[in-house]
């Protein structure tokens, strides 16, 4: 059996999954933080996976890329599982 993912692993997922996104819809950092009253640098760290981000967040970002927060976690477990499987 693996074992659960580590923190930095869920959130090395995270960053992958919303730089995805982020890139999909076609805004920069800098636009992404404006919508959700974040900096450059913060959106930095999370994509890097050097942030956490917390459930609150995670939905003010997918409905700030116009996503369902269902299909950016979607995602994020995709990513958790290529590191696994």
């Keep these: 059996m693996v074992g659960l993912p ?6 090395k997922a995270i960053g992958k999954a919303l730089r995805t996104a982020r890139e999909a819809a076609g805004l920069q950092q800098i636009q992404l933080g ?6 450059q640098g913060y959106i ?3 994509e890097g996976g050097h942030q ?13 890329l116009q996503q369902e927060p269902i299909a950016l976690h979607s995602n994020v ?3 958790l599982e290529g590191e696994n499987g």
Excluded at 34 to 39: D, H
Excluded at 52 to 64: H, S
């Design 52 to 64: 956490g981000v917390d459930v609150l967040l995670l939905y003010d970002i997918a409905f700030a």
């Design 6 to 11: 580590t923190n930095l692993h869920r959130q």
């Design 77 to 79: 477990i995709k990513y």
């Design 44 to 46: 930095s760290k999370i």
């Design 34 to 39: 404006e919508r959700i009253g974040r900096t």
